[in-house]
Structure formats: structure tokens, C-alpha cells
């Protein structure tokens, strides 16, 4: 029995266009049970989805000690950040894949898949032997993780009424950062967590060789292991989530058959421009060949737009096709292609914003509390208290920075949304970078060690720079036609994680440039990740440029 979304959206025998017009604008006073059952299926990917890139931040610098056998902090640091480029290059080029598959064969089942991929490619980490090949195997299920964020957007804002949107925007931004949330918690009971674990699989009868290995170095193998679960959500949206009649309408049409496979050869060249950027800034020098900050430049210009071109060409070919199909110049396709691009830029500043300042915000704080924890221990032993200084414990300030930035940011993305109905879309984008680059301000350079100021400071900042995520999928989806929704903003937000890749390999340049403070006269910023945070955070000035050359939106329907 098919499960309808809305009781507005039964269409008539016919499959009348005007019927689905009608329904889609009318803003339906009530929701059936599909719609719920999308949205649910929806909300536990995104959470995932958080809860996957949040353990990886908590353990990722262990599991490459681990496969390095090394302390070297340098060697650790590298690999650590060229593996998150590649999960963010992967998320890009998942989004443009599964976002096609999307308008081609349909969201439900494509959202399927992409839940299916990045759920088993997770889980195929914890038995990883080399940094190469956790790389490989996060680059893959990266993939189905920017699927996912772009089918998921598109089927929630396609089956709910018009009026939802703004809700359901920020419940989307806000779930992702529950998963975060969950992984802070889940830190602070980690040792505990991997005890009990230890306990079970002993008294399951697996080998003590087994057990000791899913277990040593943070149980980071424990961990990937488990980021298998969300696979079973692949069974509940089979079964019990509704495809949207917007794209059942369209495929009616005949129009998702203009899609062809043989495009997504592009995809794949477009795959270079990335993994060149990467290339050229985690490595200082190919052979003989010095990677000067010149050269870094110029490959970073190429590879983008290689990974434009590439990215893009789907899109063109099948504009080109509907529009020879349609026989008329109804088809905007350059339009179409404009709006990618700006949205591209406009999620490219959220993202880099939040990779390459808010992200590293736990680090940082574990860093300065470790430094302040090893005096304290230290001057006890100097002077004599030996047992006092084994008996100090180091604060959780990692973990309880990461909750507190994950709760102020189910606020924000909750808040942004309707802060996008209330003051209009361009206007509320315009605000959310100012307060962004404050609230960045104020956590970098308004602290120098743990406590309750900082963490306040924490949430401010976290409610601030994770907005975006409760903005971008109530603007986007307002963007595109449903032909192209899926397609289109899966483009627009994932393409974003390429430039915070960029940023992400800035973190460690930047480090190594601002060694000492900078004295700017009337302030003085503290050498280190405050610098290299508070530089990359003027990306949001740039946002705030960008925006007024995108359309308002409020108000009006989703583009048939």
C-alpha cells in the first residue's frame, strides 16, 4: 500500500500537473503518516551523520598514532588532517552523485544507498592497518554522507507543506549536532564505555587478541566498528518512507530520464581538482619541485575549477536535454547553473568557517589545558607533594567544549531558520556572519585557559557559526526546480567542503606561520590557534558581500 505524504497531494487519475501545483502551494494543514516517517528516517541519518564526524574528531588523532606507531605530533597532525580532506572531498563529490541518483531513479531509494555506503565504509575503518587506507575508506563513505544531506533535505522539504519549511530547516541543521552532542557524552564516559565493552565481548568467547586490539589506543576501532548501525536504517526507509510525488510527477513527465549515466565520467575528472589541492597543501614539495606558497595558489585556482567543471557537467547535459526535449527556450538552464555556483560560495563560507575555526576549538582547549595541567603537576612535584600530583585529574575540557558548542548549535540551526522566515533569507544570512565572526572573536581571544567563561563562550560561538546549517537547507531547496533539486543543492552545500578542506590544511600552515603573538596596537592575539582561527573566520566577511547577489525567497512556494 503506498503511503501518501499529505492528504493535498492524491493526484487525479490523470496525474494532472495543476492538481500537483495546487497541492504543493496550498500549504496543507495536515500531515499523513509518510510524511512523518521522511522526516523521521531523515533526522536519524543526519544524526548519524554527526555522531560519525564527531567520533572521528575524538579519536582520529589516536587511530593514526596507532597505524603510524609514532608520537610525532607533526607526522600524527598531517595525516589526521589530509584524512579529513579527503572525507570532505568525498562529501563533495557524494553530494553531486547521490544527489543525481536522486533525481534520476528517485530519494527514497537513492537515500537508501547513500546511508547503506557510508554506514559500511565507517564500519570497514575499524579493520584498517595504514592512515592510507582509513583515508580511502572515509573518502568512500563520505560519499554516501553528502548523499545523504541532500536527498534527505530534498524529500523532507518536498512532502511537508510550505509553511514546515522553516521548522523543519532548523530540525535538520539541528540533528546532526545532537549526533555531536551524543559523542561528547559519549567521551566522558569513554573509559568506562570500552571497560564494559571489554567485559562483553570476553564473556561473548571472541579471542583476547581480538578484544585487546578493538580496545587499545581509545577503542578507535571499537568505535568505527560501531558507525555500521545507521545501516540499518537502509531496512526502515525500504519499508516505511514514501517517495515524494514531486519527483513521482516529474518521472511521470518522462524528465528524470534525461539524466544519462555516461555524465558522471565527469564527476570523476572533476575528482582530480580536489585531490590536487590536497596534494599541493599537505605536502611542502613533489620531488624536487618546492610547493611555495605560488605554486600552492595557482593549484589550488586549477583544481577548483577542474572540480566546477566536472561537477557541473551532469547538470548541463541534462538542462540541454530537457530543453531539446521541450523544443522551447523555457528551460533556464543559465540560471540554473548561476544559482549553483553562488550557492556553492555561500555554503563554502559557513563550512569553511566552521572547519577552520569552530572545529578546532576542542583541540585548542585541550592544548592549553594539558599545558596548565602539566605545571600544576610539576610545581607539586618540585616541591616535594609527590602524591598530590598523582592524585590531580585532568579536566574533560575537550568533551565538555564539545558539548556545549554541539548544544548552542541546536540552538542556532534551530533559531536560524526562523530567523530566515522572520527577517527574510538574505538579510538573516547577512546577521549570521557578523555574529559569527564575533562570537569566533570572543572565544579565540577573549580566553587563555578552561573554565566556566570559556565554555559559556563555547556555546555563544558554537550557537553562532552551526546557524548555517539550519539556513542553507531552508534556502537551498528554494533555489531549484524539482528536476534538479536533488542534484543542485547537493552541489551547492557539498561543493562548500572543498574550500574547508582548504581550510582545514590551512590550520596547520597558519600554526606554523603565527608561532609568536601578533601585536596589532590596540590588541594582541595570542600566538597559535587563536591567530590561526580568528584569520580564517574573515571568510565570513566575504559571506556577507555574497549574499545580496543571491534572490530573496521568503514567502514564495518551492520551484516546480
Not at 390 to 407: D, G, N, Q
Not at 524 to 543: E, N, R, S
Amino acid at each position: 500500500m503506498k503511503l501518501h505524504a499529505t492528504k493535498h497531494w492524491g493526484r487525479s487519475p490523470a496525474g494532472s500537473q495543476e492538481t500537483s501545483k495546487l497541492a504543493s502551494s496550498s500549504g496543507g494543514e495536515s500531515t499523513g503518516r509518510g510524511a512523518w516517517m521522511a522526516l523521521a528516517a531523515a533526522l536519524l541519518g543526519w544524526m548519524f551523520d554527526g555522531a560519525e564526524m564527531g567520533v572521528f574528531s575524538l579519536v582520529g588523532r589516536q587511530a593514526v598514532k596507532d597505524l603510524l606507531d609514532t608520537n610525532d605530533e607533526a607526522q600524527v597532525g598531517l595525516w589526521f588532517n589530509v584524512i579529513t580532506a579527503g572525507f570532505l572531498v568525498g562529501a563533495a563529490t557524494g553530494g553531486v552523485l547521490f544527489g543525481w541518483l536522486g533525481d534520476r531513479i528517485g530519494r527514497v531509494r537513492a537515500m537508501t544507498l547513500s546511508v547503506f555506503t557510508y554506514a559500511v565504509f565507517t564500519g570497514l575503518c575499524g579493520v584498517a592497518f595504514n592512515p592510507i587506507q582509513v583515508g580511502v575508506l572515509r573518502f568512500i563513505a563520505a560519499l554516501g554522507m553528502g548523499g545523504e544531506w541532500s536527498l534527505g533535505v530534498a524529500l523532507v522539504m518536498e512532502v511537508w507543506p510550505n509553511k514546515s519549511r522553516a521548522f523543519m530547516a532548523g530540525l535538520i541543521g539541528a540533528a546532526a549536532n545532537v549526533g555531536y552532542l551524543l559523542v561528547g557524552f559519549l567521551g566522558i564516559g569513554l573509559l568506562q564505555f570500552l571497560a564494559s565493552m571489554e567485559g562483553g565481548m570476553r564473556g561473548m568467547g571472541l579471542p583476547g587478541s581480538w578484544v585487546d586490539m578493538l580496545v587499545a589506543n581509545s577503542g578507535w576501532r571499537l568505535m568505527m566498528i560501531a558507525g555500521t548501525l545507521p545501516a540499518l536504517l537502509t531496512f526502515f526507509i525500504r519499508v516505511f518512507v514514501p517517495e515524494s510525488e514531486k519527483w513521482e510527477h516529474e518521472n511521470e513527465k518522462g524528465s528524470t530520464s534525461n539524466w544519462a549515466t555516461v555524465d558522471l565520467l565527469a564527476v570523476l575528472v572533476g575528482m582530480v581538482g580536489p585531490a590536487l589541492i590536497v596534494y599541493f597543501w599537505a605536502f611542502d614539495k613533489s620531488g624536487s619541485i618546492d610547493h611555495s606558497i605560488a605554486v600552492r595558489i595557482v593549484a589550488t585556482l586549477v583544481g577548483l575549477v577542474i572540480a566546477s567543471l566536472g561537477y557541473i557537467y551532469p547538470v548541463v547535459r541534462f538542462l540541454q536535454r530537457q530543453h531539446f526535449a521541450a523544443g522551447t527556450d523555457a528551460v533556464p538552464y543559465k540560471l540554473t547553473l548561476q544559482r549553483m555556483v553562488l550557492a556553492a560560495c555561500l555554503s563554502g563560507v559557513a563550512l569553511l568557517g566552521t572547519w577552520g575555526s569552530t572545529q578546532q576549538a576542542p583541540s585548542w582547549v585541550d592544548k592549553i589545558t594539558e599545558a596548565k595541567f602539566s605545571a600544576e603537576k610539576q610545581a607539586l612535584i618540585d616541591a616535594g607533594k609527590t602524591t598530590e600530583a598523582e592524585a590531580l585529574v585532568k579536566p574533560r575540557a575537550k568533551e565538555y567544549t564539545l558539548i556545549w558548542l554541539s548544544i548552542g548549535a541546536i540552538v542556532g540551526t534551530i533559531g536560524a531558520a526562523f530567523m530566515g522566515d522572520w527577517f527574510g533569507r538574505r538579510l538573516a544570512y547577512f546577521l549570521l556572519c557578523g555574529l559569527s565572526v564575533a562570537s569566533a572573536y570572543l572565544l579565540f581571544l577573549g580566553n587563555t585557559e578552561y573554565g566556566p567563561w570559556l565554555l559559556t563562550c563555547a556555546f555563544i560561538n558554537g550557537t553562532c557559526t552551526a546557524s548555517f546549517y539550519g539556513w542553507l537547507p531552508l534556502y537551498l531547496p528554494e533555489l531549484f526546480r524539482t528536476s534538479v533539486r536533488a542534484t543542485g543543492q547537493g552541489f551547492s552545500f557539498n561543493f562548500g567542503r572543498i574550500l574547508a578542506a582548504i581550510g582545514v590544511l590551512q590550520v596547520g600552515n597558519l600554526l606554523k606561520q603565527f608561532s609568536s603573538n601578533i601585536d596589532l596596537g590596540f590588541i594582541t592575539i595570542p600566538a597559535g590557534h587563536p591567530a590561526a582561527c580568528t584569520i580564517i573566520t574573515t571568510v565570513y566577511l566575504v559571506g556577507m558581500v555574497l549574499i545580496w547577489f543571491a534572490p530573496e525567497t521568503r514567502g514564495k512556494p518551492l520551484p516546480e
